[in-house]
Every structure is written in C-alpha cells, then in structure tokens.
C-alpha cells in the first residue's frame, strides 16, 4: 500500500481489478483534462463514484437511474475533456447546480457506500477507499479499461497495460483483506437466550453496526462446518403485519422452521433494509406507484432511489464476528451470494422459495425478470 500512495501522488493511474473485469482509477480531486483524455481513449464509460449523501444534497437523484443504478449527467455548458474535469470537479466541491447538468450524458455517477469495501465490496466502493486512503476525499473517477478490439479487458490484458504504462495493479479482495485486519464494523453488545412460540430456543445476540441495531438468532454451534444461514431484509408490512404484497414474511417464517429443524443455523436481521434500503415511507409511496402499473424497480428509480440500495458487508462481518467460514445461505438473490464470497465465505445456495399468489405475482415477477432472482414462476 505505501508503494501505491507513492505512486498516485505522482498524480498516476491504478489499474484495480474485480474478478473478471480491470479499472482505471484515479482521485476525483486529481481529475485533470489530460486524464479525461487518456480514460476515453482506453476505457469504456468514465464513472464518479459519490456516496448518497453528496447525490442527494446535489439533487442528482431527480434525475432518473440508467440501468437501476447509475446517473448518466455532462456539464450542459459544453463536453471537451476540460469541460468534463471540471464539472467533476465541481461536483467533488459541492459548487454544481442542477441546472448546469445536461442528462443524459457521459459520466456515469455511481452511489457507493460511505463505509467502503467493509460495507459492499464493489468497485465504486474500492476506488473511493484507495483515495481516501491516499488522504484525499473518498470520491474516485473511474472506468472500465478496454482492449483495442473493444472488449472488456482480462486479467492479462490489464497486466500488460499495467507495465506498459508503469501502473500498479490493485486487487479488490487484497483491498478488503487489508482492511479487515485493521478495522471492524460491528460490535457485539449483548447475549442472551430467546425461547419463541414456533421456532424453539435460540440466542438472540445484539449488535451496533453502521445500520443501527441489528439482531442475529444462533442454534447450535456455527464455527465448525457448514451452516445454515439467512440475511433477512427487515420488511415490516410483511414480517409483522403478514402483507400480501410481497413474500417476505413467509420467507422469515420458512427460514426460522428450517434451521429450528436443523438444529444448527444463524438468521441475521438486517435492518435498515426496508424496501430494499429507502424506507419505510419510501417503500409505502413505491406501494402506491406500482397501484397506477409501475413495476417495484422503476417506483424505487422514480422516487430517485438506486434499484437496490442493500448491501451485506455488516451481515459479512457479524459472521466473521460468530467464526462461520462456510455458508449455506438461504437466499434467491444472486447479489447476496456474490457478496458473501467476495468476503472469503464458501457459500451455497439453498432455496427459499413461496408460493406466488395473485396478488404478490407481479411483484415476483419483476425480481425474477429484472432483478435476476432464482424464482420459478410461470406465467
């Protein structure tokens, strides 16, 4: 890490890796024309990575979400290289009004979480922990570095570049690894035994963490062997009030019977999870666009939320915290078993599936269809 703060204050480009995929990145606060340009002739879609307080207190979020999750904007006064460095900058600086955005345009804000890596282990999420670690504000510019052929570069190809341009290359899961050894999101505060009326005898173990208090239920022994285990997403209106328009209570209650069966097994509630991260108001008004045909991921894109707002690095760490190594997770969302593995879990997939009724069809269709879930629904 020294020989990379060296570099970048040399005012060079890290080249950070996730998975299949290879980033240029720099500090937002270095953004020069000259960087623009060398980004645009290497890389597909230059990207600002901000957290959701800068998007918000800007008024980014009026404008609509491509793809779920990123806001294409340009400066509306004109798009040369040093037009674009200093629109970004201007962003970085506060000093941007909504109307000098042009939308769409070619820079493609991305909302990442506050907290990094330790929070969600996403590109976005690295790049703004490298400049913050670099001690410069925890916003990055960054793209995706392409071949000459246009395809997305592979780990060879970026190696090459790396050494042709004498760039370093920097590994997301070095990066998580690197601050996991030093720091710690999630703090056990309490534990204590938990008899329930369907679901047997657990311990009920409280945690602060960046999401506010979060309970997870333990049976049995978890530090040897796989374990079962759901990361449940609070959703009061179907955890509590058993609504029809969705099928989360149902899937609580499903998980709780099976590791109760299990004898063995963690349920995490996550909370501040409501509506996929907006809200509990939010998620009420997301109910009454979908009333007038809106689906449940364009109400969370029309009220200026991300698609998804989730994310499981707290989820990650209270199972390191409870000394589980491999999963079994309860889950028919493909982002959480994505994330689990990038924190160094050995995870599978176990089924939690309900049956659609007519009234919650819709609403599964859409995770299916748009979200990538792994439902079975016929139409």
């Given at each position: 890490m020294?020989?990379?703060?060296?570099?970048?204050?040399?005012g060079e480009f890290v080249i950070v890796c996730e998975d299949d995929k290879s980033f240029l990145f720099t500090p937002a606060e270095t953004?020069?024309?000259?960087?623009?340009?060398?980004?645009?002739?290497?890389?597909?879609?230059?990207?600002?990575s901000l957290p959701w307080s800068k998007i918000f207190s800007l008024g980014l979020n009026?404008?609509?979400?491509l793809n779920g999750n990123l806001i294409a904007?340009?400066?509306?006064?004109?798009?040369?290289?040093?037009?674009?460095?200093e629109f970004i900058k201007k962003i970085v600086n506060s000093n941007l009004q909504l109307s000098e955005v042009k939308f769409p345009g070619r820079i493609f804000i991305e909302e990442t979480k506050e907290r990094g890596v330790l929070e969600r282990p996403g590109i976005a999420e690295a790049c703004s922990d490298l400049a913050k670690l670099l001690g410069y504000s925890p916003y990055a510019v960054y793209a995706p570095l392409m071949t000459k052929e246009g395809r997305f570069a592979d780990k060879s190809y970026a190696e090459n570049f790396a050494k042709e341009n004498s760039m370093q290359v920097v590994k997301i899961r070095d990066l998580i690894e690197f601050r996991l050894k030093t720091e710690?999101?999630?703090?056990?505060?309490?534990?204590?035994?938990?008899p329930t009326k369907f679901y047997g005898t657990f311990k009920a173990l409280g945690y602060k963490t960046p999401l506010g208090e979060i309970l997870a239920?333990?049976?049995?022994?978890?530090?040897?062997?796989?374990?079962l285990v759901r990361i449940h997403s609070e959703c009061l209106t179907g955890d509590v009030i058993h609504s029809l328009r969705c099928d989360?209570?149902?899937?609580?209650?499903?998980?709780?019977?099976?590791?109760?069966?299990?004898?063995?097994?963690?349920?995490?509630?996550?909370?501040?999870?409501?509506?996929?991260?907006?809200?509990?108001?939010?998620?009420?008004?997301?109910y009454k666009l979908q009333e007038n045909g809106i689906d449940t991921v364009d109400a969370n894109i029309k009220l200026g939320f991300p698609a998804d707002m989730r994310s499981y690095g707290v989820a990650a760490q209270i199972l390191m915290d409870l000394g589980v190594k491999s999963v079994r997770l309860l889950t028919n969302n493909p982002l959480k078993i994505e994330e689990l593995a990038k924190y160094g879990f050995m995870v599978k997939r176990e089924?939690?599936?309900?049956?659609?009724?007519?009234i919650n069809l819709l609403y599964l269709k859409a995770k299916k269809d748009r979200m990538g879930h792994f439902l079975c629904i016929n139409d």
């Open positions: 020294r020989d990379l703060v060296s570099q970048l204050r040399r953004i020069t024309a000259e960087k623009i340009n060398f980004l645009m002739r290497n890389c597909d879609e230059i990207r600002l009026k404008l609509y979400y904007v340009d400066p509306k006064w004109a798009i040369s290289a040093e037009d674009r460095a710690k999101i999630v703090e056990r505060v309490v534990e204590a035994t938990l239920l333990v049976k049995g022994e978890v530090s040897d062997g796989e374990v989360c209570g149902e899937q609580l209650e499903s998980a709780l019977k099976m590791i109760d069966r299990e004898g063995k097994g963690i349920l995490i509630y996550m909370r501040g999870h409501e509506g996929r991260g907006i809200g509990l108001i939010n998620k009420l008004m997301a089924a939690i599936e309900v049956e659609p009724t007519e």
